[in-house]
């Protein structure tokens, strides 16, 4: 079973897979924008999509519950965000 969360105290998306921390995107909130500045995978889980989910799972829950502007200071965020150009009106300029 696969779960997505928001750790607001650890300033942290997280997803979860039977229980156990698949992926997280970590980020710094900075006056009216949010960087996010490391993604991880454990290794024996990389290539499933997992750093993708939480990243969008991420960036939707910014869009829905802040008026923030995000920093992609993680290649991989960058990079997600080049594949997502539909969610480029978020970006911080």
């Known amino acids: ?4 969360a928001h750790e607001p105290d650890a300033r942290r998306y997280t997803l979860t897979v039977d229980g156990h921390l698949a992926a997280v995107a970590d980020y710094a909130v900075n006056g ?19 750093a993708a989910d939480v990243v969008a799972f991420a960036v939707d829950d910014v869009e829905e519950n802040s008026t923030r502007r995000i ?5 991989y965020v960058a990079q997600w965000f080049d594949e997502h150009p539909e969610k480029a009106p978020l970006l911080s300029r």
């Open 71 to 75: 920093v992609p200071m993680c290649w």
């Open 1 to 4: 079973m696969e779960e997505l």
């Open 32 to 50: 009216n924008s949010i960087s996010f500045h490391h993604t991880f995978t454990q290794p024996h889980l990389r290539g499933k999509g997992y």
